[in-house]
């Protein structure tokens, strides 16, 4: 299993991501992670969209919260050829009454749960903690990674900008 140390922080502190980071370029890789209803979601069984990937701690801090409603907002103007998936290590449940009190219905939440593959196979599962960092992968329609930003401090928000430019280029 590969180590990266010192790549993000938390509140200053250094932590350990293990898994694969993959490289803007290669395909996606594929994992198995767990909808809201429980039931088995596969990224191989969703290509066709351009996806926008989030990973984030947990729903239920302020950050993420701010991170989900932000691209939940962003959802509806970038048309139905993209969805948008935040995965984290909640329980599939606390997702969704996060996601109904939140009012969340323009992006998909995935629990990584119970095996941390896409943590894995995506290089952004914290040792120290077993959290996900807080990162966006944006994958094309072919399943190709056009777009990665592994935040480097946990409590700081993504380059939503940056994502969304990635997001409408990918669509061409």
């Given at each position: 299993?590969?180590?990266?140390k010192n790549?993000?922080k938390f509140?200053?502190?250094?932590?350990?991501?293990?898994?694969?980071?993959?490289?803007?370029?290669?395909?996606?890789?594929?994992?198995?992670?767990?909808?809201?209803?429980?039931?088995?979601?596969?990224?191989?069984?969703?290509?066709?969209?351009?996806?926008?990937?989030?990973?984030?701690?947990?729903?239920?801090?302020?950050?993420?919260?701010?991170?989900?409603?932000?691209?939940?907002?962003?959802?509806?103007?970038?048309?139905?050829?993209?969805?948008?998936?935040?995965?984290?290590?909640?329980?599939?449940?606390?997702?969704?009454?996060?996601?109904?009190?939140?009012?969340?219905?323009?992006?998909?939440?995935?629990?990584?749960?119970?095996?941390?593959?896409?943590?894995?196979?995506?290089?952004?599962?914290?040792?120290?903690?077993?959290?996900?960092?807080?990162?966006?992968?944006?994958?094309?329609?072919?399943?190709?990674?056009?777009?990665?930003?592994?935040?480097?401090?946990?409590?700081?928000?993504?380059?939503?900008?940056?994502?969304?430019?990635?997001?409408?280029?990918?669509?061409?």
């Open positions: 299993m590969t180590e990266a790549t993000i509140q200053g502190n250094p932590l350990t991501l293990v898994g694969s980071l993959p490289c803007v370029g290669e395909s996606a890789p594929d994992f198995e992670v767990l909808a809201n209803d429980m039931s088995p979601f596969k990224l191989s069984e969703h290509q066709g969209k351009v996806l926008v990937i989030c990973s984030v701690p947990s729903l239920d801090t302020p950050v993420c919260d701010t991170e989900v409603r932000k691209f939940n907002e962003q959802a509806t103007s970038l048309g139905d050829d993209v969805a948008v998936l935040v995965i984290s290590m909640d329980l599939p449940f606390a997702q969704a009454r996060w996601c109904g009190s939140a009012g969340i219905k323009n992006v998909q939440t995935l629990s990584d749960h119970n095996k941390a593959q896409f943590g894995n196979a995506y290089g952004v599962l914290i040792n120290e903690l077993r959290l996900l960092a807080r990162a966006v992968f944006v994958v094309d329609k072919k399943g190709v990674i056009r777009y990665i930003e592994i935040v480097d401090e946990l409590t700081n928000e993504p380059d939503y900008e940056a994502a969304i430019s990635s997001v409408r280029e990918a669509k061409k």
